[in-house]
């Protein structure tokens, strides 16, 4: 009777677990409870993506619980830690990691924040109106700000940048970068004047600044208002 207890409890757990997360998976790659059990542990200093890349040497080493429990702690430790590529690529990822928490602390992040309410109705959240913000004086750096902003690095490759966009959320659970809102935010670069040198020129052969605030103003207004547009239309 002792013993069923915790094996009812256990079951019980299951079930609740069952009903509450149906179908749920995981990214290791495991093919007994044992492989499981050593790749969540090692998943708590990495990825799991780089946890798959150590696991089959582990475990063609020490395939059972009992050869891992009588292998010196040291050649353990040796063949669990990531080396080579793996330990650079994580190195880098924390750098990138750290590198965009620092953008969400900073001027620009709570920039972003602030004006966010502002882009809300085109789909954007803070991490694109900040990009937008660093936009301004010149566009082609908002690629280089979006991929530090979403941990990937200034010069992510254009399969992980569009990974980490893809996989974007709003605080709600939608995705942020939809067909509609991606449609928007084009027009919006097509339209807007996001150009310091170009608004330069203008105060300079007008002598005036007159009329590159007015070219800003409105070039931004008709940018917004067609972003608005699409992404009401298409959401509706």
Same mark, same amino acid.
């Given at each position: %009777?002792?013993?069923? *207890?915790?094996?009812?409890? *256990?079951?019980?757990?299951?079930?609740? +677990?069952?009903?509450? $997360?149906?179908?749920?998976?995981?990214?290791?790659?495991?093919?007994?409870p044992f492989e499981l059990l050593v790749a969540t542990v090692l998943s708590a200093q990495s990825t799991d993506v780089r946890?798959?890349?150590?696991?089959?040497?582990?475990?063609?080493?020490?395939?059972?619980?009992?050869?891992?429990?009588?292998?010196?702690?040291?050649?353990?430790?040796?063949?669990?830690?990531?080396?080579?590529?793996?330990?650079?690529?994580?190195?880098?990822?924390?750098?990138?990691?750290?590198?965009?928490?620092?953008?969400?602390?900073?001027? =620009? !992040?709570?920039? !972003? $924040?602030?004006?966010?309410?502002?882009?809300?109705?085109? !789909?954007?959240?803070?991490?694109?109106?900040?990009?937008?913000? *660093?936009?301004?004086p010149a566009r082609e750096v908002v690629v280089a700000v979006l991929g530090t902003i979403y941990a990937v690095g200034e010069?992510?490759?254009?399969?992980?940048?569009?990974?980490r966009l893809t996989a974007a959320q709003h605080p709600d659970g939608s995705p942020v970068f939809t067909l509609p809102m991606?449609? !928007?935010?084009?027009?919006? &670069?097509?339209?807007? =004047?996001?150009?310091?040198?170009?608004?330069?020129?203008?105060?300079?052969?007008?002598?005036?600044?007159?009329?590159? +605030?007015?070219?800003?103003? &409105? %070039?931004?207004?008709?940018? &917004?208002?067609?972003?608005?547009?699409? &992404?009401?239309?298409?959401?509706?």
């Open positions: %009777m002792a013993r069923s *207890a915790p094996r009812a409890k *256990a079951v019980a757990i299951l079930d609740a +677990l069952e009903r509450h $997360h149906p179908n749920a998976d995981t990214e290791l790659v495991f093919q007994t946890v798959n890349e150590v696991t089959p040497v582990l475990f063609a080493r020490f395939p059972t619980p009992a050869a891992l429990a009588a292998a010196p702690a040291a050649e353990v430790e040796a063949r669990a830690s990531l080396t080579g590529p793996a330990l650079e690529q994580r190195l880098a990822d924390i750098g990138n990691e750290a590198a965009a928490d620092h953008i969400a602390q900073s001027w =620009l !992040g709570r920039a !972003g $924040h602030w004006v966010e309410p502002a882009f809300r109705p085109l !789909g954007w959240d803070w991490k694109v109106s900040a990009a937008v913000i *660093a936009g301004f010069e992510a490759d254009e399969q992980t940048l569009a990974g991606v449609l !928007g935010l084009l027009l919006f &670069y097509a339209w807007c =004047l996001q150009c310091a040198a170009t608004l330069a020129v203008i105060r300079r052969e007008t002598n005036s600044w007159r009329w590159p +605030l007015f070219a800003w103003c &409105y %070039m931004t207004a008709l940018g &917004y208002g067609g972003a608005l547009l699409i &992404y009401q239309l298409g959401t509706a």
